[in-house]
Protein backbone atom coordinates (compact mmCIF):
# COMPACT_ATOMS: atom_id res chain seq x y z
CA UNK A 1 0.00 0.00 0.00
CA UNK A 2 1.28 3.79 -0.82
CA UNK A 3 0.11 6.63 1.14
CA UNK A 4 0.86 10.21 0.64
CA UNK A 5 0.62 12.08 3.68
CA UNK A 6 0.01 15.54 4.86
CA UNK A 7 2.88 16.28 6.99
CA UNK A 8 4.61 19.40 8.66
CA UNK A 9 7.46 17.82 10.25
CA UNK A 10 5.94 18.73 13.53
CA UNK A 11 5.31 16.35 16.35
CA UNK A 12 1.90 14.96 15.54
CA UNK A 13 2.40 14.39 11.84
CA UNK A 14 5.67 12.71 12.95
CA UNK A 15 4.21 10.28 15.18
CA UNK A 16 1.36 10.07 12.34
CA UNK A 17 4.09 9.04 9.71
CA UNK A 18 5.30 6.21 11.73
CA UNK A 19 1.63 4.99 12.76
CA UNK A 20 0.43 4.87 9.54
CA UNK A 21 3.88 2.74 8.00
CA UNK A 22 3.82 0.58 10.99
CA UNK A 23 -0.15 -0.10 10.49
CA UNK A 24 -0.58 -0.26 7.54
CA UNK A 25 2.62 -1.58 6.16
CA UNK A 26 3.06 0.77 3.61
CA UNK A 27 5.20 3.05 1.92
CA UNK A 28 4.37 6.93 2.89
CA UNK A 29 5.33 9.40 0.98
CA UNK A 30 5.18 12.69 2.91
CA UNK A 31 4.05 15.88 1.24
CA UNK A 32 4.30 19.63 2.85
CA UNK A 33 2.35 22.54 1.28
CA UNK A 34 3.59 25.78 1.38
CA UNK A 35 0.66 28.22 1.09
CA UNK A 36 2.76 31.30 3.00
CA UNK A 37 2.77 29.48 6.66
CA UNK A 38 6.39 31.04 6.43
CA UNK A 39 7.73 28.44 8.89
CA UNK A 40 10.88 27.19 8.68
CA UNK A 41 10.97 24.50 5.74
CA UNK A 42 14.92 23.83 6.17
CA UNK A 43 15.29 19.93 7.41
CA UNK A 44 11.57 18.72 6.78
CA UNK A 45 12.65 16.24 3.77
CA UNK A 46 16.00 14.80 6.12
CA UNK A 47 13.29 14.37 9.20
CA UNK A 48 10.93 12.73 7.08
CA UNK A 49 12.92 10.50 5.23
CA UNK A 50 14.49 9.92 8.76
CA UNK A 51 11.33 8.92 9.75
CA UNK A 52 10.41 6.99 7.41
CA UNK A 53 9.12 8.27 4.89
CA UNK A 54 10.04 6.86 1.05
CA UNK A 55 9.50 10.72 -0.22
CA UNK A 56 9.25 13.74 0.90
CA UNK A 57 7.72 16.41 -1.55
CA UNK A 58 7.41 20.65 -0.41
CA UNK A 59 5.13 22.06 -2.75
CA UNK A 60 5.01 25.89 -3.09
CA UNK A 61 1.37 26.47 -3.91
CA UNK A 62 1.86 30.46 -2.54
CA UNK A 63 1.48 31.50 -6.17
CA UNK A 64 -1.31 29.44 -7.56
CA UNK A 65 -3.20 29.79 -4.25
CA UNK A 66 -3.23 33.71 -4.83
CA UNK A 67 -3.95 33.23 -8.25
CA UNK A 68 -6.79 30.35 -8.11
CA UNK A 69 -7.94 30.43 -4.85
CA UNK A 70 -7.79 33.94 -2.97
CA UNK A 71 -8.58 36.47 -6.35
CA UNK A 72 -11.80 34.25 -7.22
CA UNK A 73 -13.11 33.75 -3.62
CA UNK A 74 -12.48 38.24 -3.59
CA UNK A 75 -14.42 38.63 -6.24
CA UNK A 76 -17.39 37.24 -5.11
CA UNK A 77 -16.97 39.31 -2.02
CA UNK A 78 -17.41 35.95 0.02
CA UNK A 79 -17.26 36.52 3.90
CA UNK A 80 -18.71 33.72 6.34
CA UNK A 81 -21.62 34.71 8.72
CA UNK A 82 -20.90 38.44 8.03
CA UNK A 83 -17.40 38.57 9.24
CA UNK A 84 -14.89 35.64 8.79
CA UNK A 85 -12.85 36.31 5.49
CA UNK A 86 -12.42 32.65 5.27
CA UNK A 87 -8.28 32.14 5.30
CA UNK A 88 -7.84 28.77 6.35
CA UNK A 89 -11.47 27.63 4.34
CA UNK A 90 -9.84 28.33 0.97
CA UNK A 91 -6.11 27.01 1.96
CA UNK A 92 -7.74 23.39 1.85
CA UNK A 93 -9.00 22.94 -1.39
CA UNK A 94 -5.75 24.20 -2.92
CA UNK A 95 -3.44 21.73 -0.61
CA UNK A 96 -6.25 18.91 -1.28
CA UNK A 97 -5.21 19.66 -5.49
CA UNK A 98 -2.18 19.58 -4.98
CA UNK A 99 -1.94 16.26 -2.84
CA UNK A 100 -4.31 14.65 -5.52
CA UNK A 101 -1.70 15.58 -7.72
CA UNK A 102 0.68 13.94 -6.09
CA UNK A 103 -0.97 10.68 -5.03
CA UNK A 104 -1.87 10.24 -9.06
CA UNK A 105 1.35 10.71 -10.31
CA UNK A 106 2.88 8.18 -7.37
CA UNK A 107 0.48 5.71 -8.24
CA UNK A 108 -0.94 6.19 -4.34
CA UNK A 109 -4.01 4.16 -3.37
CA UNK A 110 -4.94 6.91 -0.17
CA UNK A 111 -4.23 10.31 1.39
CA UNK A 112 -4.12 10.50 4.92
CA UNK A 113 -4.64 13.62 7.06
CA UNK A 114 -4.05 14.68 10.59
CA UNK A 115 -7.38 16.63 11.13
CA UNK A 116 -9.27 16.26 13.93
CA UNK A 117 -13.06 14.62 13.91
CA UNK A 118 -14.47 18.02 15.53
CA UNK A 119 -12.92 20.63 12.95
CA UNK A 120 -14.01 21.55 9.72
CA UNK A 121 -10.76 20.77 8.27
CA UNK A 122 -11.59 16.78 7.82
CA UNK A 123 -14.66 17.44 5.97
CA UNK A 124 -12.82 20.40 3.43
CA UNK A 125 -9.93 18.12 2.58
CA UNK A 126 -12.41 14.41 1.95
CA UNK A 127 -14.67 16.51 0.24
CA UNK A 128 -11.92 17.84 -2.12
CA UNK A 129 -10.53 14.42 -2.46
CA UNK A 130 -14.06 13.20 -3.12
CA UNK A 131 -14.84 15.80 -5.89
CA UNK A 132 -11.32 15.26 -7.20
CA UNK A 133 -10.14 11.27 -7.40
CA UNK A 134 -13.18 9.19 -6.12
CA UNK A 135 -11.03 6.68 -6.62
CA UNK A 136 -8.80 7.51 -3.58
CA UNK A 137 -9.08 6.38 -0.03
CA UNK A 138 -9.04 8.74 2.68
CA UNK A 139 -7.25 7.74 6.11
CA UNK A 140 -7.82 10.14 9.32
CA UNK A 141 -6.46 8.82 12.22
CA UNK A 142 -7.96 11.26 14.67
CA UNK A 143 -11.86 9.06 13.99
CA UNK A 144 -10.27 6.05 14.55
CA UNK A 145 -10.61 4.85 17.96
CA UNK A 146 -7.56 3.15 18.20
CA UNK A 147 -5.57 5.86 17.74
CA UNK A 148 -7.46 8.55 20.10
CA UNK A 149 -6.77 5.43 23.21
CA UNK A 150 -2.98 5.34 21.91
CA UNK A 151 -2.29 8.88 21.56
CA UNK A 152 -5.13 10.68 24.68
CA UNK A 153 -2.07 13.84 24.87
CA UNK A 154 1.08 15.31 24.25
CA UNK A 155 2.85 13.16 26.45
CA UNK A 156 1.82 9.99 24.84
CA UNK A 157 3.03 11.31 21.64
CA UNK A 158 6.33 12.30 22.65
CA UNK A 159 7.00 8.92 24.61
CA UNK A 160 6.17 7.11 21.04
CA UNK A 161 8.75 9.71 19.29
CA UNK A 162 11.47 9.10 21.49
CA UNK A 163 10.96 4.72 21.44
CA UNK A 164 10.43 5.10 17.77
CA UNK A 165 13.54 7.07 17.27
CA UNK A 166 11.82 10.20 15.66
CA UNK A 167 13.77 13.53 15.80
CA UNK A 168 11.53 16.11 17.72
CA UNK A 169 11.85 19.62 19.28
CA UNK A 170 10.51 20.49 22.82
CA UNK A 171 9.21 23.48 23.46
CA UNK A 172 6.80 25.43 25.67
CA UNK A 173 2.63 24.87 23.99
CA UNK A 174 1.23 27.99 23.20
CA UNK A 175 -1.95 28.39 25.30
CA UNK A 176 -3.79 28.35 21.81
CA UNK A 177 -3.43 26.84 18.19
CA UNK A 178 -2.61 29.00 15.22
CA UNK A 179 -3.15 28.48 11.79
CA UNK A 180 -1.13 30.76 8.91
CA UNK A 181 -1.00 31.06 5.41
CA UNK A 182 -1.03 33.93 2.17
CA UNK A 183 -4.57 34.91 3.44
CA UNK A 184 -4.55 34.75 7.20
CA UNK A 185 -3.79 33.62 10.69
CA UNK A 186 -6.45 31.86 12.95
CA UNK A 187 -6.01 31.50 16.44
CA UNK A 188 -8.31 28.77 18.67
CA UNK A 189 -8.37 26.84 21.14
CA UNK A 190 -6.86 26.83 24.96
CA UNK A 191 -7.01 30.48 26.44
CA UNK A 192 -9.42 30.99 23.63
CA UNK A 193 -12.29 28.39 23.86
CA UNK A 194 -13.96 30.79 27.20
CA UNK A 195 -15.72 33.25 24.67
CA UNK A 196 -15.55 36.05 27.84
CA UNK A 197 -11.89 36.57 27.08
CA UNK A 198 -10.37 39.75 26.15
CA UNK A 199 -7.67 39.15 23.26
CA UNK A 200 -7.03 42.61 23.01
CA UNK A 201 -5.27 43.64 26.11
CA UNK A 202 -1.82 44.39 26.39
CA UNK A 203 -0.32 41.03 27.56
CA UNK A 204 -1.56 39.76 24.78
CA UNK A 205 -0.07 41.65 21.88
CA UNK A 206 2.48 39.30 21.40
CA UNK A 207 0.10 36.47 20.40
CA UNK A 208 -0.07 38.59 16.87
CA UNK A 209 2.27 38.02 13.73
CA UNK A 210 0.64 39.77 10.56
CA UNK A 211 -0.36 43.05 12.70
CA UNK A 212 0.84 46.19 14.66
CA UNK A 213 -2.27 46.91 17.35
CA UNK A 214 -4.07 49.40 16.17
CA UNK A 215 -3.32 51.55 19.35
CA UNK A 216 0.17 51.45 17.97
CA UNK A 217 -0.24 51.99 14.25
CA UNK A 218 0.94 54.84 12.77
CA UNK A 219 -0.62 58.05 13.65
CA UNK A 220 -0.16 59.28 10.07
CA UNK A 221 -2.45 57.66 7.75
CA UNK A 222 -1.45 56.60 4.54
CA UNK A 223 -2.96 56.94 0.91
CA UNK A 224 -3.51 53.60 -0.89
CA UNK A 225 -4.59 53.05 -4.95
CA UNK A 226 -5.36 49.82 -6.41
CA UNK A 227 -5.74 49.59 -10.31
CA UNK A 228 -8.54 47.07 -11.25
CA UNK A 229 -8.91 44.76 -14.35
CA UNK A 230 -11.97 42.52 -14.42
CA UNK A 231 -12.19 42.21 -10.78
CA UNK A 232 -8.74 41.73 -9.79
CA UNK A 233 -5.75 44.35 -8.19
CA UNK A 234 -3.28 44.26 -11.10
CA UNK A 235 -1.69 47.23 -9.87
CA UNK A 236 -0.93 49.16 -6.83
CA UNK A 237 -0.15 53.02 -6.11
CA UNK A 238 1.44 54.46 -2.39
CA UNK A 239 4.01 55.66 -0.62
CA UNK A 240 7.24 53.60 -0.03
CA UNK A 241 6.08 50.57 -2.40
CA UNK A 242 9.46 49.90 -3.64
CA UNK A 243 10.99 49.18 0.14
CA UNK A 244 7.66 47.04 1.24
CA UNK A 245 7.82 45.16 -1.84
CA UNK A 246 11.93 44.80 -1.81
CA UNK A 247 11.01 43.79 1.91
CA UNK A 248 8.30 40.60 1.24
CA UNK A 249 10.20 39.60 -1.25
CA UNK A 250 8.83 40.47 -4.40
CA UNK A 251 8.71 42.33 -7.66
CA UNK A 252 7.29 44.34 -10.80
CA UNK A 253 5.69 42.40 -13.57
CA UNK A 254 4.79 46.27 -15.64
CA UNK A 255 4.04 49.23 -15.56
CA UNK A 256 0.96 51.42 -16.71
CA UNK A 257 -0.23 54.54 -15.97
CA UNK A 258 1.79 55.16 -12.95
CA UNK A 259 0.87 51.81 -11.22
CA UNK A 260 3.32 48.91 -10.40
CA UNK A 261 1.65 45.65 -11.86
CA UNK A 262 2.01 43.01 -9.95
CA UNK A 263 1.14 39.18 -9.92
CA UNK A 264 -1.57 37.81 -7.34
CA UNK A 265 1.17 36.72 -5.28
CA UNK A 266 2.82 40.20 -5.10
CA UNK A 267 -0.39 41.76 -4.58
CA UNK A 268 -1.69 39.30 -1.43
CA UNK A 269 2.42 40.14 -0.27
CA UNK A 270 2.04 43.87 -0.54
CA UNK A 271 -1.18 44.44 1.34
CA UNK A 272 -0.45 41.99 4.29
CA UNK A 273 2.58 44.13 4.66
CA UNK A 274 0.66 47.79 4.42
CA UNK A 275 -2.42 46.40 6.40
CA UNK A 276 -0.34 45.19 9.05
CA UNK A 277 1.67 48.03 9.58
CA UNK A 278 -1.67 49.88 9.82
CA UNK A 279 -3.04 47.87 12.12
CA UNK A 280 -5.73 46.64 10.18
CA UNK A 281 -7.67 43.01 9.66
CA UNK A 282 -8.05 41.63 13.49
CA UNK A 283 -11.72 40.01 13.76
CA UNK A 284 -12.62 38.15 17.11
CA UNK A 285 -15.95 36.16 16.48
CA UNK A 286 -18.12 32.84 17.34
CA UNK A 287 -18.87 31.07 13.78
CA UNK A 288 -20.65 28.34 13.43
CA UNK A 289 -18.73 24.74 12.86
CA UNK A 290 -20.26 22.66 9.63
CA UNK A 291 -19.97 19.38 12.01
CA UNK A 292 -22.58 21.86 14.45
CA UNK A 293 -20.63 23.44 17.51
CA UNK A 294 -19.86 27.23 17.80
CA UNK A 295 -15.87 27.70 17.73
CA UNK A 296 -14.07 30.95 19.02
CA UNK A 297 -11.85 32.29 16.81
CA UNK A 298 -9.44 35.44 16.16
CA UNK A 299 -8.20 35.67 13.00
CA UNK A 300 -5.72 38.47 11.47
CA UNK A 301 -6.24 39.03 7.61
CA UNK A 302 -4.65 42.57 6.74
CA UNK A 303 -4.38 42.48 2.92
CA UNK A 304 -7.71 40.52 2.29
CA UNK A 305 -9.36 42.84 4.69
CA UNK A 306 -7.73 45.85 1.92
CA UNK A 307 -8.20 43.54 -0.81
CA UNK A 308 -12.37 43.67 0.33
CA UNK A 309 -12.82 47.05 1.31
CA UNK A 310 -11.25 48.22 -2.55
CA UNK A 311 -13.10 45.30 -4.46
CA UNK A 312 -16.52 46.17 -3.16
CA UNK A 313 -15.92 49.89 -3.55
CA UNK A 314 -15.19 49.91 -7.64
CA UNK A 315 -18.04 47.74 -8.05
CA UNK A 316 -20.49 50.97 -6.85
CA UNK A 317 -19.46 52.77 -10.07
CA UNK A 318 -19.03 49.38 -12.33
CA UNK A 319 -21.66 46.67 -11.41
CA UNK A 320 -25.35 46.91 -12.75
CA UNK A 321 -27.53 47.46 -9.94
CA UNK A 322 -30.04 44.23 -10.66
CA UNK A 323 -26.92 41.98 -11.79
CA UNK A 324 -25.19 42.81 -8.41
CA UNK A 325 -27.99 42.12 -6.52
CA UNK A 326 -28.21 38.65 -8.08
CA UNK A 327 -24.97 37.89 -7.10
CA UNK A 328 -25.10 39.66 -3.39
CA UNK A 329 -28.14 37.14 -3.14
CA UNK A 330 -25.62 34.42 -3.45
CA UNK A 331 -22.93 35.36 -0.87
CA UNK A 332 -24.25 33.44 1.94
CA UNK A 333 -24.43 30.44 -0.07
CA UNK A 334 -21.15 30.75 -1.62
CA UNK A 335 -19.29 31.95 1.39
CA UNK A 336 -20.99 28.48 3.29
CA UNK A 337 -19.88 26.25 0.22
CA UNK A 338 -16.24 27.78 0.66
CA UNK A 339 -16.39 27.09 4.50
CA UNK A 340 -17.85 23.78 4.28
CA UNK A 341 -15.26 21.84 1.82
CA UNK A 342 -17.37 22.35 -1.25
CA UNK A 343 -14.96 24.33 -3.32
CA UNK A 344 -14.87 22.01 -6.14
CA UNK A 345 -18.65 20.82 -5.86
CA UNK A 346 -21.31 21.78 -9.14
CA UNK A 347 -22.93 24.53 -7.54
CA UNK A 348 -19.73 26.42 -6.22
CA UNK A 349 -18.61 26.27 -9.89
CA UNK A 350 -21.65 27.77 -11.35
CA UNK A 351 -21.99 30.17 -8.98
CA UNK A 352 -18.26 31.26 -9.58
CA UNK A 353 -19.41 31.44 -13.10
CA UNK A 354 -22.27 34.07 -12.87
CA UNK A 355 -19.67 36.10 -10.91
CA UNK A 356 -16.74 35.91 -13.49
CA UNK A 357 -19.05 37.20 -15.70
CA UNK A 358 -19.97 40.30 -13.57
CA UNK A 359 -16.79 40.95 -13.18
CA UNK A 360 -15.96 42.38 -16.87
CA UNK A 361 -16.75 45.45 -16.84
CA UNK A 362 -15.39 46.13 -12.89
CA UNK A 363 -12.21 47.82 -14.04
CA UNK A 364 -10.97 51.34 -12.61
CA UNK A 365 -9.37 52.96 -9.45
CA UNK A 366 -10.36 52.55 -6.11
CA UNK A 367 -8.03 54.94 -3.47
CA UNK A 368 -8.01 54.18 0.21
CA UNK A 369 -6.84 55.83 3.36
CA UNK A 370 -5.16 53.49 5.95
CA UNK A 371 -5.03 54.58 9.32
CA UNK A 372 -5.31 52.44 12.77
CA UNK A 373 -7.03 49.48 11.99
CA UNK A 374 -9.62 51.75 9.47
CA UNK A 375 -9.81 51.47 5.75
CA UNK A 376 -11.63 54.31 4.58
CA UNK A 377 -12.87 55.22 1.27
CA UNK A 378 -10.91 58.17 -0.62
CA UNK A 379 -12.08 58.03 -3.75
CA UNK A 380 -13.24 55.85 -7.03
CA UNK A 381 -13.11 55.81 -11.03
CA UNK A 382 -13.52 53.88 -14.02
CA UNK A 383 -13.52 53.91 -17.96
CA UNK A 384 -16.87 51.83 -16.87
CA UNK A 385 -18.61 53.83 -14.72
CA UNK A 386 -22.06 53.74 -14.36
CA UNK A 387 -22.18 57.06 -12.38
CA UNK A 388 -23.66 59.94 -14.18
CA UNK A 389 -23.10 63.37 -13.42
CA UNK A 390 -25.68 64.68 -15.53
CA UNK A 391 -28.10 62.27 -14.38
CA UNK A 392 -27.20 63.02 -10.42
CA UNK A 393 -26.37 66.68 -10.30
CA UNK A 394 -28.52 68.83 -7.83
CA UNK A 395 -26.88 71.88 -9.73
CA UNK A 396 -28.87 73.73 -12.27
CA UNK A 397 -26.58 72.34 -15.40
CA UNK A 398 -28.58 69.32 -15.90
CA UNK A 399 -31.27 68.95 -18.65
CA UNK A 400 -34.66 66.86 -19.21
CA UNK A 401 -32.73 65.09 -21.56
CA UNK A 402 -30.72 63.31 -19.10
CA UNK A 403 -33.16 63.22 -16.20
CA UNK A 404 -37.44 64.37 -16.50
CA UNK A 405 -38.23 64.64 -12.91
CA UNK A 406 -41.91 65.11 -13.65
CA UNK A 407 -41.26 61.23 -14.84
CA UNK A 408 -41.12 60.68 -11.11
CA UNK A 409 -44.92 61.09 -10.85
CA UNK A 410 -45.71 58.49 -12.71
CA UNK A 411 -43.37 56.11 -11.38
CA UNK A 412 -44.21 56.35 -8.21
CA UNK A 413 -47.88 56.60 -8.18
CA UNK A 414 -47.45 53.18 -10.24
CA UNK A 415 -45.19 51.69 -7.62
CA UNK A 416 -47.89 52.79 -4.95
CA UNK A 417 -51.22 51.23 -6.72
CA UNK A 418 -50.62 47.86 -5.12
CA UNK A 419 -49.55 49.25 -1.39
CA UNK A 420 -52.99 51.73 -1.57
CA UNK A 421 -55.06 48.52 -3.04
CA UNK A 422 -53.99 46.56 0.25
CA UNK A 423 -54.71 49.42 2.71
CA UNK A 424 -58.20 50.04 1.60
CA UNK A 425 -58.84 46.24 1.34
CA UNK A 426 -57.75 45.53 4.84
CA UNK A 427 -59.49 48.91 6.39
CA UNK A 428 -55.87 50.56 7.29
Known sequence: MKIVL??????????????LKEKYNAEIIAYCADVGQAEELDGVIEKALATGASKCIIGDLKADFAANYIFPMFQANAVYEGRYLLGTSIARPCISKAMVDVAIAEGADAIAHGATG?????????????????????IAPWRMKEWRDQFPGRAEMIKYAEEHGIPI????????????NLLHISYEAGILEDTWYDATKEEDRGMYVLSTAPEDAPDTPQYLQCLFEK?????LQTE???????????????????YTLLDPLGIMLVLNALGGKHGIGRVDIVENRFVGMKSRGIYETPGGTILLAAHRDIETITMDREAQKVRDSLIPDY?????????????????????????ETVNGE??????????????????????SYAMATMEADYTEEDYNQDDASGFIHLNGLRLKQFARVNNK
Open 335 to 359: AAMVYNGFWFAPEREAIQALVSKTQ
Open 118 to 138: KGNDQVRFELSINALAPQLKV
Open 6 to 19: AYSGGLDTSVLLVW
Open 231 to 235: GNIIG
Open 169 to 180: RQSMKKPYSMDR
Open 240 to 258: GLAEIMEQVGTTAIGEKDG
Open 366 to 387: VRLKLYKGNVMYAGRRSPNSLY
